[in-house]
């Protein structure tokens, strides 16, 4: 899979750094038949239907209370509202940016696994602290 356009997309899309919401900037793409059906940030709210999804951190803290929701499980709520595409079809695209603009770690946290768990996409790729992507073992 070659990487590269997405990548660009990222750093196109990307808002400036004062206006992020959190301090590094994730996204999620959706890809479907080659192309991107859905993209999203994460954000610093919570949204009530995500309180069902624990959130818990690397580390194996419960983060639940924080404010703030993830990219791949707005990424998915934006797939199943506006798409009629299956999840068996689908690529997800997980990708960090930090403050000083570099790729960074982008595996998907604990509630969101359980959701990969559970929507059985086609494929997961996800950024690894080299900046390079990694194959997600669903
Ligand atoms: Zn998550």
Do not use: Q
């Not at 400036?16 to 996204?27: D, Q």
């Not at 995500?50 to 803290?61: D, F, M, P, T």
């Not at 982008?106 to 559970?118: D, E, I, N």
Request: with cysteine.
């Amino acid at each position: 899979m070659d990487f590269s356009k997405y990548v660009e997309l990222f750093y196109g899309i990307a808002p400036p750094i004062e206006e992020w919401e959190m301090r590094s900037l994730h996204i999620t793409f959706a890809i479907y038949k080659r192309r991107v059906i859905a993209g999203t940030f994460n954000v610093r709210k919570t949204n009530p239907i995500n309180l069902r999804n624990r959130k818990i951190n690397k580390e194996g803290v419960d983060k639940s209370h924080s404010s703030f929701t993830c990219s791949e499980w707005r990424c998915f709520r934006e797939v199943k509202r506006k798409t009629n595409a299956p999840f068996s079809d689908i690529t997800f695209l997980n990708m960090r940016m930090n403050r000083n603009k570099e790729l960074c770690y982008a595996s998907p946290c604990v509630g969101c696994r359980s959701l990969l768990a559970w929507a059985e996409p086609r494929a997961v790729y996800f950024t690894n602290n080299e900046g390079k992507f990694e194959l997600y073992p669903i």
